[in-house]
């Protein structure tokens, strides 16, 4: 399974319609927001992907209009905080702060930890468990990335955006 990962988007919605022409050429399978959306209507746009979204709140995201924004989407998955689901076999916890990830990844639980936050695109393996931070997806501070899964082969790919 193919999965997308994208991080502080900071209302760019330009640069989501970069990312998901690529997303849709690479045949994704789900998205994961890391957090940051900023305005509740990045939501909206992250349900025009078409699929499974599993999204976790950032420091600048409005929770309560968001929360309410989301139940109009099928396709998004929104967990507050922190998130755990399965996909493609593989056990993934996601949140948006760095050193929250390093502590769900030293648990051992988890197979993939997705976090943002910092902007700054990472791959690395804490025991078994691979963190990946796929960078900053609105080009505010850094020059935008996004990120890539494979559950198959257990594999991060990162694309500039």
């Known amino acids: 399974m193919r999965i997308g990962i994208l991080s502080d988007t900071h209302d760019n919605i330009w640069k989501i319609d970069k990312v998901f022409e690529k997303m849709k050429a690479e045949k994704v399978e789900a998205l994961i927001h890391c957090g940051d959306f900023c ?22 995201d409005d929770r309560f209009t968001t929360s309410n924004v ?13 998130a755990e689901f399965e996909l493609g076999g593989k056990k993934f916890a996601v949140n948006h702060y760095p050193h929250f990830a390093e502590a769900l990844a030293a648990t ?3 197979d993939v930890v997705c976090y943002g936050h910092n902007h700054i695109k990472d791959e690395k393996r804490v025991g078994k468990t691979l963190m ?12 935008p990335t996004f990120a890539i899964y494979n559950t198959e ?8 955006i």
């Open 70 to 82: 989301v139940q109009g989407f099928e396709n998004i998955n929104l967990y507050g905080e922190i």
């Open 132 to 143: 990946i931070n796929p960078g900053e997806g609105s080009g505010v501070a850094k020059s």
């Open 39 to 60: 305005a509740p209507f990045v939501i909206k746009k992250l349900a025009e992907l078409g699929v499974p979204v599993h999204c976790v709140f950032g420091n600048t």
């Open 108 to 110: 051992g639980k988890y």
């Open 153 to 160: 082969e257990d594999k991060v790919e990162f694309f500039d």
